[in-house]
Each structure stands twice: as structure tokens, then as C-alpha cells.
């Protein structure tokens, strides 16, 4: 007994001795490459930091740190990963030197349907399929989908007045969620539905419960992605199957739908446009889309865009509500150039004070608060060695929060994106949606959503503190919210005025 206990208690210690020695293999890759680096834990990498400043206020601690050098190095549990700090650096990186770091750096591997989305995709594979979608979200294929926003902002329009009558205090991030989700809903997935009114309709459920996820499989699989295939055979999944499952019906019955219908063509959302690159002979050639791949693009429009503008639409509401002068800048504007009309797609586009305080509400939250690549093939930059499969992080939120860059960087002030100081600044200083051929695709249509849904909001009311409004907002440590929410309340303007 006391033998096999021996022998029970030394297979353990060596097992645990192995687990240290895998988490901590790369722990002195850093020495190597010459890149100073705060001292990871054994096991958890620099993930402890993460956790005791919050993944806003790290990015600013490390920076600041090593404010002397171009690049510092960090651990993402077990992988090594080296942030740049250089502007110029950057842009090599994202630009010059891009098809050394053309994929994103990615620990995950998702499966289908959604395995194939242009986020994670690498390589060639991600060069076919976003030059297939690139034309999706041109100019003239984003103004056919404007007529989807501008329902939606009217929608999003009716009940807050509804509240504002009601005299309710307003959560805004709430409220944008909802409009966001039924903007997807409609672009992406032909559905019309009122999230705000109907909150348990059965796309808003499903897509929620994708979005949320499993958090815990999640963690696991963020700390030791070996164990995904595992967890997903004993049926524990990031995303949950049934609700993946769901989507992709709604896709599938669309299309087949749309088949059939003599309107096909002329709805104008996501599915209308890429319905045509599903042609068996355009497979075959690799020029058009398979099913599995419209499936992950349809899922990827919904989680790139969901949480990323309802964070820049709640986020600039309340700096507007916050910042009256700079709210009524925008009212004259909006006034000026659309009186009383909808704001419609060619309206929007001139509006350039609007588009300066979504600029600066932007630059102080980012919805993305870095960019991620991946080093394909070793390369030396400006005396740095990037090794092959190295991830590197550009850390937009410190970067876009320099006071070199942009002084006394915790004030709202719209004027730094007036043409005359954009033109003196570094072309990376300012990164909300990446940049080179691997940035936001639907930059264009989030700009689009962000701008009609505000004119439209402060064509009729104005935003204005409440009881429960905490300003400056307190940044959650794990996400993009404000921890005590953003509360304000709206006024009428023909009353107010
Ligand atoms: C305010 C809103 C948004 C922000 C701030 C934002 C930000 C970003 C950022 C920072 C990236 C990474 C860029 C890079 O690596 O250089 C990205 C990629 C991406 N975004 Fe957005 N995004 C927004 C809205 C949207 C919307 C509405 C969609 C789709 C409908 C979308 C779809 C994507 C996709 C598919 C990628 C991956 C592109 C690729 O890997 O080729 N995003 N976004």
C-alpha cells in the first residue's frame, strides 16, 4: 500500500514538474532575442499583471515602463508574445513588411460552422476568401445597405423618445446593443427584428448566447489551447453548438429562400451580396465562396460588429451628454445639413464635426484595444529579430493614450481630429481599426451605423447627465464597458428649445 502510494505520489510530482516545464519552455526566448520584458510566473505567464491592473491600465503600465524602448516583451500564459511600442516600427509591421505578419495571432481554432471566418483565417486561404468580400463592403455595396441602418436608427429613435416622455434615466450601452444587434440582424442576416421591444426573439437569444459563450471553456482553452479538441469531444464547447447550429439554419434557409423569390437581389444585405459567389463553377475555379465559408462570415459580421459599435455609439453619446458644447457643435451641424430630412447615407458623409467626436470618443475607448499579428517568416526590423511564428501586439489603447502623441490624453477634445492636427501626426498614432490589407473590412459600415444612428438620436433629443451618471467612467478590468454603466437621460429638443 505504502509502495503504490510512493509510487502514485512521484507519477504526480513528475507530472507536475512536466506542466511547469511546458508552461515555462519559453520563458527565456526574450533573453535571447535581447527584448526586455516584465519576469512571467511559472505557469500563468504575466496573466497575474493582466488581472491586477485590467487590460486597459496594463497596456498604459508597460508602456510607460519601457518607455525608452521600441518593443518589450510579454507573456500570454505560455506564449511569448512582443508588443511595439514604435510608431515606425508599426508600420512596417502592418504595412511595409506586411506578408511577413499577414495572419493574426490567434491561440484558437473554432469549428465549423464558423471555422472558416476572415478574423482567423491565414495565409492564402485568408487572401482568397477576404479579396471574395472585400467588394461587399465597398462604397456603393455599403449605400445599398444604408436603407437597413436608417430603419433601425428610426426604431432605436422611437423608444428612446419613449423613455424620454416616460422620464426614464437611460443606460446607453444597453441601448446600443440592442440597435447594433437588430443592424446585424437585418444586414447580415435578412431578419427584421426590435430588440429593444422584443427582447427574447429567438435570434437575439441565439446570438447572445454565441456571443457570451462559455466563458470558463473559453479560459481553459485560452490557457491551454491543446486541450480544445478534447473539451469539444467531451461536448464542452467556446461556442455553444445548438446556438452555432441555429445561425447557420437561419443562413441556409435564407439563401434557398431567396432562390426561389423573384426579389432575389434586391434586399441588399450581407447574404444578397455574397449569394453570388456561391456558384459551384466559381468554387471549383476558387473564386467563389463555399457554404461553410458564408456560414463563418455571417457569424464573424455578428461578433466583429456587435460589441465594437455598441461601444462607440454608447461611448460617444455619453461624452456628447458630458460635453454640451461639443453635443451642440454637432446638433448645428446635423440641423445645418439635414434640416428635418432622414440622415441618409450622402447626408452623414458631411458631417465632419460628427465624425471628429466618434474619432475622439474612439481614440479614448477603443473597441479593439490592440492589434494582433503573426510572424510568418524571421525578419529583422530597425535591429529587432522577429522570429517565425512570433505574435506581436500593437498596443492601440496606450499608443492612441501617450501624452506625446496626444496631450493631456483623458480630455474629450474633437478638435485633435480637425484636418490641420491630423496632418501633424504620426499616420500610426491613431489605430481604432488597424491598418495595411489586414484592417477592419467593415470600417465603412460601422462609420456608416455610427453616424446615422447619432444624427438621427440628436436631430430630436439631447443627451444630458442624470442621478446615476459616474463621470469619468470607470473602465471594467476585462472588458470594454464602464463599470457603473453609462447613464444619462435625454431631453426633447423642440421642447427644450
Ligand atoms: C466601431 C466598430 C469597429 C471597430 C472599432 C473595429 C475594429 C477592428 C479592428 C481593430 C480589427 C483588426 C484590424 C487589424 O488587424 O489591422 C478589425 C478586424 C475586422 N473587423 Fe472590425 N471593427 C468594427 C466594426 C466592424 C463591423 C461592423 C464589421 C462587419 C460587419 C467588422 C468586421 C471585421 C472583420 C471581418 C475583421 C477581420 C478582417 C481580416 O482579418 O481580414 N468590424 N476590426
Not at 123 to 147: N, Y
Amino acid at each position: 500500500m505504502l509502495c503504490t502510494l510512493v509510487i502514485l505520489g512521484a507519477v504526480l510530482l513528475l507530472l507536475v514538474a512536466l506542466f511547469v516545464k511546458y508552461m515555462s519552455a519559453h520563458h527565456q526566448v526574450f533573453k535571447k532575442l535581447g527584448i526586455d520584458h516584465p519576469q512571467p510566473r511559472w505557469i500563468v505567464g504575466n496573466f497575474d499583471l493582466a488581472m491586477k491592473h485590467g487590460m486597459f491600465e496594463v497596456q498604459k503600465v508597460f508602456y510607460n515602463k519601457y518607455k525608452e524602448k521600441k518593443v518589450y516583451g510579454w507573456f500570454d500564459a505560455r506564449r511569448p508574445v512582443i508588443v511595439v511600442k514604435d510608431l515606425d516600427m508599426v508600420k512596417d509591421i502592418l504595412i511595409k513588411n506586411f506578408n511577413h505578419f499577414v495572419d493574426h495571432y490567434s491561440f484558437l481554432d473554432f469549428e465549423p460552422p464558423f471555422h472558416d471566418n476572415l478574423l482567423s483565417l491565414r495565409g492564402d486561404h485568408w487572401k482568397r476568401v477576404r479579396s471574395i468580400i472585400s467588394p461587399t463592403f465597398s462604397s456603393g455595396r455599403i449605400k445599398r445597405m444604408a436603407s437597413h441602418v436608417e430603419k433601425n436608427a428610426k426604431i432605436l429613435l422611437e423608444n428612446l423618445q419613449h423613455l424620454q416622455e416616460t422620464g426614464e434615466d437611460v443606460e446607453l450601452r444597453e441601448i446600443s446593443s440592442c440597435f447594433t444587434l437588430d443592424v446585424i440582424a437585418s444586414t447580415g442576416f435578412g431578419l427584421d427584428i426590435n430588440t429593444l421591444k422584443d427582447p427574447k426573439n429567438e435570434f437575439a437569444v441565439e446570438a447572445n448566447k454565441v456571443m457570451n459563450g462559455n466563458r470558463i471553456v473559453f479560459f481553459v482553452v485560452w490557457f491551454l489551447p491543446a486541450l480544445s479538441g478534447i473539451l469539444a469531444k467531451l461536448g464542452f464547447h467556446m461556442l455553444p453548438k445548438k446556438s452555432m447550429e441555429y445561425l447557420a439554419q437561419v443562413i441556409d434557409q435564407i439563401i434557398e429562400e431567396r432562390k426561389h423569390d423573384d426579389k432575389k437581389n434586391k434586399v441588399n444585405d450581407f447574404i444578397d451580396l455574397v449569394m453570388n459567389a456561391e456558384t459551384e463553377a466559381g468554387q471549383a475555379s476558387g473564386k467563389d465562396l463555399t457554404r461553410s465559408e458564408i456560414h463563418s462570415q455571417a457569424i464573424i459580421f455578428l461578433f466583429a460588429g456587435f460589441d465594437t459599435i455598441a461601444t462607440a455609439l454608447s461611448f460617444t453619446l455619453f461624452h456628447l451628454a458630458m460635453h454640451p458644447e461639443c453635443c451642440e457643435k454637432v446638433q448645428a451641424e446635423v440641423d445645418a445639413k439635414c434640416g428635418k430630412d432622414i440622415p441618409d447615407y450622402d447626408k452623414v458623409q458631411t458631417l465632419t464635426y460628427l465624425d471628429m467626436c466618434i474619432n475622439e470618443s474612439i481614440r479614448l475607448t477603443p473597441p479593439g484595444i490592440f492589434i494582433s499579428r503573426q510572424c510568418v517568416e524571421d525578419i529583422q526590423i530597425q535591429g529587432v529579430h522577429f522570429p517565425k511564428d512570433m505574435a506581436v501586439i500593437i498596443p492601440t489603447y496606450a499608443i492612441q493614450t501617450d501624452p506625446e502623441i496626444f496631450p493631456e490624453p483623458e480630455k474629450f477634445d474633437p478638435e485633435r481630429f480637425s484636418p490641420e492636427n491630423k496632418v501633424n501626426r504620426h499616420p500610426m498614432a491613431f489605430l481604432p481599426f488597424g491598418q495595411g490589407p489586414r484592417n477592419c473590412i467593415g470600417m465603412r459600415l460601422a462609420l456608416l451605423e455610427l453616424k446615422i444612428a447619432l444624427a438621427t438620436i440628436l436631430q430630436n433629443l439631447t443627451p444630458v447627465p442624470c442621478s446615476k451618471t459616474v463621470y469619468p467612467a470607470k473602465l471594467s478590468k476585462i472588458q470594454t464597458r464602464a463599470m457603473d454603466g453609462l447613464w444619462v437621460k435625454f431631453q426633447n429638443r423642440k421642447i427644450a428649445n
